[in-house]
């Protein structure tokens, strides 16, 4: 059965930091780009970030550059979401997906183009 559950999120305090872990099951995941998004209360979900199957590429929204780091453990089946110099606008539901397709990019990584969606981890940015 084809599974992404995510973990590590929690409460942090601004400026603070947060790993999330993707971790996939029931599919060859070293064929498919792994995105992530978010989704804050009120708000529609919005694309964090994405890798390649690789690992080779990578990318980011542009409020999140130079902040969070999309990284990637094949032999691991795990991608993760480093999180750095965490903002209360950060707050939201995270959640990590999988593309349609094998092989596809990140050149772009609207919500569309992802087919299976893990449960969302929680992470809240409050002193």
């Known amino acids: 059965q084809l599974q992404l559950v995510e973990s590590g999120g929690g409460l942090v305090q601004p400026g603070g930091s947060l790993r999330l872990s993707c971790a996939a099951s029931?599919?060859?995941?070293?064929?498919?780009?792994i995105g992530w998004f978010r989704q804050a209360p009120g708000k529609e979900r919005e694309g964090v970030s994405c890798?390649?199957?690789?690992?080779?590429?990578?990318n980011y929204a542009d409020s999140v550059k130079g902040r969070f780091t999309i990284s990637r453990d094949n032999a691991k089946n795990t991608v993760y979401l480093q999180m750095n110099s965490l903002k209360p606008e950060d707050t939201a539901v995270y959640y990590c997906?999988?593309?349609?397709?094998?092989?596809?990019?990140?050149?772009?990584?609207?919500?569309?183009?992802?087919?299976?969606w893990g449960q969302g981890t929680q992470v809240t940015v409050s002193s």
């Open positions: 890798i390649s199957n690789s690992g080779a590429r990578t």
């Open positions: 029931g599919f060859t995941s070293d064929y498919y780009a």
């Open positions: 997906a999988r593309r349609w397709n094998p092989y596809s990019s990140c050149s772009s990584f609207q919500e569309g183009e992802f087919r299976y």
